[in-house]
């Protein structure tokens, strides 16, 4: 079974600067697509950045990024020019791919502050 | 199309009574599920529907849960006879595969259930 693993619960970051959150992942699986998610206070979870592991170049999204390090099995989110609206919930997920895609396998999450 | 809709959001119910949550998905996806998340803990997954048919079910998923989605629309979870374990948001997702892209799953805003 896969496995997902997130090892900073809390983290902070002053409004403007970078931050990086980590995520490791298990899987036995060559081909798979990897996710982070946020879920901001009292609201849905939203898809912020995907990758798939079958392409070396890093996903990015405007000012979200990935180190996406295969052989290590860890997928690091990085947040430049942090917003104050970026204060959520954020949660690592893997998706299997072969047969068909399998439901989301998440982390326990990293809890974003993002002081002004 | 205003996303994916849960009702309740809010559960309060005595233990031993049975519930039912409801989910009404993006309309054009095909695939749903279910997920449970407790304070501090990533969403894990109970259940998935592709159209009409339930795929997959989790170990997590006892014989007191059962769900549906009988015309491959909405779904509805069942919780009979209630624990004050089953205290927890439940979470809905909807999905349409083979966009080309990694699946995207479209959460709802969840039906936080308390049991006391």
């Known amino acids: 079974a896969q496995t997902v693993t997130q090892s900073q619960p809390e983290m902070s970051v002053q409004e403007a600067e970078t931050v990086t959150l980590s995520c490791t992942y298990d899987?036995?699986?060559?081909?798979?697509?990897l996710f982070w998610y946020k879920q901001p206070p009292s609201r849905q979870m939203i898809l912020v950045i995907r990758?798939?592991?079958?392409?070396?170049q890093n996903a990015t999204e405007n000012r979200f990024s990935v180190n996406f390090q295969k052989a290590a099995k860890s997928f690091s989110l990085k947040i430049s020019d942090s917003q104050l609206g970026d204060t959520a919930m954020y949660f690592c997920a893997f998706m299997n791919i072969l047969a068909g895609n399998t439901p989301l396998v998440f982390g326990k999450g990293t809890r974003l502050s993002v002081i002004a | 199309d205003t996303g994916v809709s849960q009702d309740p959001r809010h559960k309060i119910t005595k233990r031993g009574q049975n519930v039912t949550f409801r989910c009404d998905p993006i309309s054009e996806h095909n695939r749903l599920y279910w997920y449970r998340q407790t304070l501090g803990q990533g969403p894990e997954f109970l259940t998935y529907f592709q159209n009409e048919a339930q795929l997959e079910k989790s170990r997590l998923l006892s014989d007191r849960f059962s769900a549906e989605r009988p015309k491959g629309s909405f779904s509805t979870l069942e919780i009979q006879r209630t624990e004050q374990g089953d205290s927890a948001m439940y979470l809905c997702a909807s999905s349409l595969p083979g966009t080309g892209k990694p699946e995207e799953a479209f959460f709802g805003q969840g039906t936080r259930l308390t049991v006391v």
């Open positions: 990758q798939e592991a079958y392409k070396q």
């Open positions: 899987t036995s699986e060559s081909n798979y697509y």
